[in-house]
T-cell receptor, first 110, second 115 residues
Framework: EDQVTQSPEALRLQEGESSSLNCSYT??????LFWYRQDPGKGPEFLFT???AGEEKEKERLKATLTKKESFLHITAPKPEDSATYLC???????????FGKGTKLSVKP | KAGVTQTPRYLIKTRGQQVTLSCSPI?????VSWYQQTPGQGLQFLFE???????NKGNFPGRFSGRQFSNSRSEMNVSTLELGDSALYLC??????????????FGEGSRLTVL
């Protein structure tokens, strides 16, 4: 059973069409939830860290929120350059384990 | 400031061979972690090193090993390669161990193909 699930697997949007990506988790003892962006042929690029339910972070057209069991990455008025795979990861447990979701591939068409 | 450098970027090996991948972290970063990325399994944690000590290890067989040198550069080795080892191997560096802030800086990866 996956401990970190991202949905949808793929999302196609028109430029300017806002939407949200979801990251749900089942681990206990969450210490942090991270969002990354990965472009083809590149390593992931850090976007946000969220530590507790209710927390929100924003960067340009992206806004990340966190509840007790999931996180959302809201994309407002996306542009083609926002096309990428978005990964979330949860950091949990006393030993500090990091688990990544399988990502949402976002395509924004002009 | 130079980013994380991984070498080689691409390599092709045959089953049974071994491979060594190298990672040079961002200057001043003492924590290096390794990940395997495949289309089916996504990003999976291999191991993490901090100050030459392995702090944590993922659920991979003993054929996967690594080490870190005094200058924080790290290498990972895969012995007796199998077809399923074909993947993108990513290295990430950070100031603090454990990825606690999430601010991992990734290299562009080493793409391994096993024939």
């Amino acid at each position: 059973e996956d401990q970190v699930t991202q949905s949808p697997e793929a999302l196609r949007l028109q430029e300017g069409e806002s939407s949200s990506l979801n990251c749900s988790y089942t681990v206990s003892g969450l210490r942090g939830l991270f969002w990354y962006r990965q472009d083809p042929g590149k390593g992931p690029e850090f976007l946000f860290t969220l530590y507790s339910a209710g927390e929100e972070k924003e960067k340009e057209r992206l806004k990340a929120t966190l509840t007790k069991k999931e996180s959302f990455l809201h994309i407002t008025a996306p542009k083609p350059e926002d096309s990428a795979t978005y990964l979330c990861a949860v950091y949990w447990g006393s030993q500090g384990n990091l688990i990544f979701g399988k990502g949402t591939k976002l395509s924004v068409k002009p | 400031k130079a980013g994380v450098t991984q070498t080689p970027r691409y390599l092709i090996k045959t089953r049974g061979q071994q491979v060594t991948l190298s990672c040079s972290p961002i200057s001043g970063h003492r924590s290096v972690s390794w990940y395997q990325q495949t289309p089916g399994q996504g990003l999976q944690f291999l191991f993490e090193y901090f100050s030459e000590t392995q702090r944590n290890k993922g659920n991979f067989p003993g054929r996967f090993s690594g080490r870190q040198f005094s200058n924080s550069r790290s290498e990972m080795n895969v012995s007796t390669l199998e077809l399923g080892d074909s993947a993108l191997y990513l290295c990430a560096s950070s100031l603090a161990p454990g990825g606690g802030t999430g601010e991992l800086f990734f290299g562009e990866g080493s793409r391994l193909t096993v024939l």
